[in-house]
């Protein structure tokens, strides 16, 4: 869940920062695959992927945290990463509406106007309010996975 949320958050932001942009159309495309395709597919093609093509991943297998920290975080990788993609795709969608709905507001564009550089209003003001609307979201997606 940290995960999802730290990443989500982000792309959410980088995607309303940059709105209709080469970024934005990738960001919302992730988005729409990766909460409509289905786990166990996302799950299959990271296998396919990391552990029969690469081999830099193992293809199954749990090794328990006492042989290694290394080897045991290597295990949990696949898992976490094909589980947290949905969440990732829905907490990013909430967050880009909810800055794009902060970033509509005369406030907002009032203090762009008034020559404070963009980047700072995004840092200073939206992102905090796009983290609470993205970590709002992740309790949706924990009550929805519940």
């Known amino acids: 869940m940290i995960l999802s949320v730290s990443v989500g958050v982000s792309f959410g932001i980088l995607a309303a920062w940059r709105t209709g942009g080469f970024i934005d159309r990738l960001l919302a495309a992730f988005s729409a695959l990766g909460y409509s395709v289905p786990v ?7 296998i396919y992927f990391f552990a029969i093509r690469t081999h830099w991943l193992p293809l199954q297998g749990y090794a328990p945290i006492d042989q290694g920290l290394g080897l045991w975080f290597v295990h949990l990788i696949l ?30 564009r009032g203090t ?3 020559s404070v550089r963009e980047a700072m209003v995004m840092k200073r003001r939206e992102s905090s309010h796009g983290y609470r609307e993205g970590t709002s979201g992740a309790t949706a997606c924990r009550s929805r996975s519940e």
């Open 40 to 46: 166990f597919v996302i799950g299959y093609f990271l």
């Open 79 to 108: 898992p976490t990463v094909a589980l947290g993609l949905g969440f990732i795709a829905f907490i990013a969608r909430v967050t880009r509406a909810s800055m794009l709905e902060v970033l509509s507001e005369d406030y907002t």
């Open 112 to 114: 762009v106007r008034n």
